[in-house]
């Protein structure tokens, strides 16, 4: 049985744990894969510049994508996670809901075969974030939302919390089949730990104050700009654009088709009593008359039932990929801010070294021949701290380059896998609204044509000429 | 032809015929009481014209003009297929027609018209009485009242109604001639009688109250009817944006595009169907309309023997006070009120060469009385036996279209379904292609 590559990524705020060759030594067992190169060894694990996002995923570029090719070829599901069971506390501060995660699975890194744990939508929020954050370029399939503004549903709504069962149960479900989320630490401890053990886990993540210190980041390295950004990731951000306006136009259509269904429903549910009342006043025809409103009630439960089928089924479908279509926008977004990051770094580099090479030192020999220093000396000195500053520059550009060109093709596997899924998902959605429709015409043939069948066994019964 | 010895040829269907020849012609081809018009002769309303003119106030009107053909039965049997007569006639001239035949035969279940104005309309149709799908039902609906006429057993043998499919020129002042207007009741004497009878003839009161029901429901089910049909519209209208989005996205995907593309066309063409559908509806609308408009007649057939009821009454009533004073004047008693007596009594008595006059008079008013309770009595069971023959003829054939209405609606229903079946099959097809 082959198996994911252990994510590295260390969660916890200890960042600065090297990687023990002897577990890449266990892995490289496992693996028939010649071609896997599972670490690189140059590379630290400790980021300087205090971000809080750990690129030490220390997988080459390489390895990555045939990380994914092994997870492709795994057609043996080796965890199964579940989420039902809902159920309300109540607190002195707050009422909530949490819902029961049942895990399943066979994997050697979980310490049992069966986990049950209770969870908030907090935890699952923390979840991905935590993902996110560890991979800022991958794409983590949506949460359903905080709250749903539209119909102002209240929280506690039955149906409101079926769907967000129904969603968060795929959401765990999409991590756990993708080849590397499931493999994160987090996600392990999400799935086992007790809630207390959760909550201290939580606290041990990089504070507030750094992640604002990275959305600074963000926000500055927004506004300055990616200056070449390869055309591929161009063409995915018009895709994401175009993508998002089509999958948005879905979304409001079917719900118009609800909407325009319903009121259908409220017309048809007065057909059958209407029938019903006319067969009242009727000898001969009240037999026909009440087999008519039969068939109309009848279909009018069809109609019901097929509308909320694609309320229950379609439209959480549509929601997951409009709330799909922001995410890869935000993965782009963070890529650029990757590259803008080291396009910041190789100028500042650039313009250290053009200082190096420049003779404009007049100014400051000037400056400290008059603080009693000799030129020579002074020129030493600052050659000296400027090829130290240069050296640990060109570190930093090397890690920043790494850390991009690994973003890069995290992004282009993941582009290619999610498009695989998306497609997948919907071509499913479809198929089965398509069936359903299908088998909602075929009940209500069914309804007509017994109908015409009692009709003739009657018109047979009195003798008069088979009319169809 | 029906042969009643007459030795002069029947010409049918030639306008140019001196009186007398017209005479035989009506004569000859008179139907006998029994047979009905349609065995004879082939009756079609094939066309719809606009026309425009000046009305009866001089000003310009624009007004469609429908064609009524007719074809002798035989002459299409034999081969040859002869021109049939036409003529042109408005829907003016059918409600002149009606109007007449509902005076004239008051205990008969008139057909009725098809409407005048569009009503029960959902928004896609139009209630303009020049829209071309208007015109079209309504040709369809006044064909249909010319063969219903024509196949009933005494509709069909009327003259006027003969006049009305062979003579376009004077056919209106022929109607007139009949001064069917005269004999028309007014509303206010209808209405009275209805509020004042007192023992009407217990079906016709129970038809009544049956053709105010049957009026109600079916009132009820068209609304119903018609904005579900709306509602319906609007869910297939929608789907056809479907097919516009998916052709769209098709555009930037590279595998899924072509199962997008082909499925969004089965949502256009799954969109298309509905205008097909509704059409049907509209069709068997039309028949329930006929109904609500033939629940109308049935009141008016029951409303006509209240009156005739209560006019026996009247006379009943009369005969009976004419017979009293009467009484009272040959035995002194006075037993009803009258001025004569109080005057009588306050100013004397009458001589009685007065009373001897009086008598008299009575006698022959008792006599008058008498005789026209007779007639009213033979005139009200007159009607009551052939209004019954003709509403128990209504009833079967009520109970007949309408069972036929309701098949032909689960047709259309089963239709409808056979089609989603068929889209939405081709459509999931194209979506294991995306």
């Known amino acids: ?468 | 032809m029906a042969d009643s010895g007459s030795e002069d040829i029947a010409v049918i269907g030639n306008t140019d015929l001196t009186p007398s020849e017209s005479e035989n012609n009506l004569k000859n081809t008179m139907v006998e009481k029994g047979t009905n018009l349609l065995k004879m002769m082939e009756i079609s309303v094939a066309e719809a014209e606009k026309r425009t003119g000046k009305n009866a106030v001089n000003m310009q009107e624009t007004y469609t003009v429908y064609l009524i053909e007719t074809r002798p039965v035989d002459a299409a049997s034999e081969g040859t297929n002869p021109v049939p007569d036409s003529l042109w006639r408005r829907y003016s001239e059918f409600e002149l027609l009606r109007n007449y035949l509902l005076v004239t035969y008051p205990f008969l279940v008139v057909p009725p018209l098809p409407e005048k104005r569009a009503e029960f309309v959902w928004h896609k149709l139009s209630a303009d009485n020049m829209d071309p799908d208007f015109v079209e039902r309504r040709r369809v609906g006044l064909e249909n009242f010319l063969l219903r006429v024509a196949s009933h057993p005494d509709l069909s043998s009327d003259n006027i109604f003969y006049s009305f499919l062979t003579e376009e020129n004077g056919w209106k002042e022929t109607v007139f001639e009949t001064g069917f207007q005269a004999k028309a009741d007014s509303r206010l004497k209808a209405l009275n009688a209805t509020f004042r009878v007192k023992n009407p003839d217990k079906r016709f009161a129970e038809m009544k109250h049956y053709g105010d029901e049957l009026q109600s429901v079916i009132s009820q089910l068209l609304r119903v009817r018609a904005r579900a049909a709306d509602r319906l519209y609007g869910v297939y209208k929608v789907h056809g944006n479907y097919g516009r989005v998916f052709s769209e996205w098709s555009a930037i995907e590279k595998e899924m595009g072509d199962g997008l593309q082909s499925a969004g066309h089965h949502m256009d063409a799954y969109a298309a169907s509905v205008d097909d559908i509704l059409e049907e509806e509209e069709h068997y609308a039309d028949q329930l309309k006929e109904y609500l408009f033939y629940a109308d007649a049935l009141r008016a057939v029951c409303r006509k023997h209240e009156l005739t009821q209560y006019e026996l009454e009247m006379a009943t009533m009369d005969l009976t006070s004419k017979k009293q004073q009467r009484e009272e004047l040959a035995t002194g008693m006075i037993r009803t009120f009258s001025l004569k007596g109080m005057t009588s009594k306050l100013f004397g008595q009458e001589t009685p060469e007065q009373r001897e006059a009086k008598l008299k008079m009575l006698e022959t008013q008792i006599e008058e009385g008498k005789e026209m309770v007779k007639e009213r009595n033979a005139e009200c069971e007159e009607f009551v036996k052939s209004a019954w023959v003709d509403i128990e003829r209504f009833k079967e054939q009520k109970d007949h279209d309408l069972r036929e209405a309701l098949i032909s609606y689960a047709i259309m229903q089963i239709s409808m379904c056979k089609k989603g079946i068929q889209v939405w099959n081709n459509a999931k097809e194209c979506f294991s292609k995306m």
């Not at chain 1, 379609?314 to 929601?319: N, T």
């Open chain 1, 1 to 468: 049985m082959s198996r994911s590559v252990v994510d590295n990524t260390v969660s916890s705020g200890n960042s600065s744990v090297a990687i023990p060759t002897d577990i890449s030594g266990q892995i490289l067992d496992l693996d028939e894969d010649d071609d896997l190169e599972v670490f690189s060894k140059d590379t630290s694990t400790t980021l300087t510049d205090g971000s809080s996002f750990n690129a030490s995923m220390q997988t080459s570029p390489a390895s990555m994508i045939n990380q994914y090719k092994l997870e492709e070829d795994a057609d043996t599901k080796d965890i199964f996670v579940t989420v039902d069971n809902p159920e309300s506390h109540v607190t002195a501060i707050e009422t909530y809901i949490t819902y029961r995660v049942e895990t399943k699975t066979t994997r050697s890194e979980f310490d049992s075969c069966e986990f049950e744990v209770r969870r908030r939508y907090q935890d699952f929020l923390w979840l991905k974030g935590r993902l996110e954050e560890a991979h800022p370029t991958l794409i983590v399939h949506p949460l359903p939302e905080k709250f749903v503004m539209k119909g102002m549903v209240e929280r506690f709504n039955e149906d409101f919390i079926e769907t967000r069962r129904r969603a968060l149960h795929k959401f765990l479900n999409k991590i756990a089949e993708h080849p590397i989320f499931s493999s994160s630490e987090d996600f392990k401890i999400f799935l086992t730990a007790g809630t207390g053990e959760l909550t201290s886990h939580k606290k041990q993540g990089p504070g507030f104050l750094s992640r604002m210190g990275e959305t600074v980041k963000a926000v500055a390295a927004a506004v300055r700009g990616v200056r070449n950004r390869p055309q591929e990731f161009t063409d995915m951000q018009e895709y994401a654009e175009a993508f998002s306006q089509k999958i948005s136009s879905l979304d409001k259509i079917t719900q118009r088709i609800i909407r325009e269904q319903k009121e259908y429903l409220e017309e048809l549910k007065e057909c059958g009593p209407t029938y019903t009342l006319w067969s009242q006043s009727e000898e001969e025809l009240a037999e026909p008359l009440k087999n008519v409103a039969g068939c109309e009630d009848r279909c009018y439960k069809e109609t019901e039932e097929q509308v909320k089928h694609l309320n229950d089924h379609l439209i959480p479908v549509l929601h997951e990929y409009v709330l799909c279509a922001d995410t890869l926008k935000a993965v782009l977004r963070r890529r650029d801010n990757i590259q803008v990051v080291f396009e910041g770094k190789a100028e500042a580099l650039a313009t250290k070294a053009a200082d190096r090479d420049a003779d404009s030192k007049v100014l400051s020999l000037a400056w400290d021949s008059l603080v009693g220093r000799s030129p020579e000396e002074v020129k030493q000195q600052k050659q000296q701290k400027l090829k130290g500053e240069i050296k640990e520059m060109r570190d930093e550009l090397d890690k920043a380059e790494n850390r991009l060109e690994w973003a890069n093709n995290a992004l282009k596997s993941d582009w290619i896998r999610w498009q695989k899924v998306m497609r997948s998902d919907l071509r499913s959605a479809f198929i089965d609204t398509a069936e359903r429709n299908v088998s909602y015409y075929e009940k209500c043939l069914a309804v007509w044509e017994s109908f015409m069948q009692s009709q003739r066994t009657d018109a047979e019964g009195n003798g008069k000429v088979d009319s169809s």
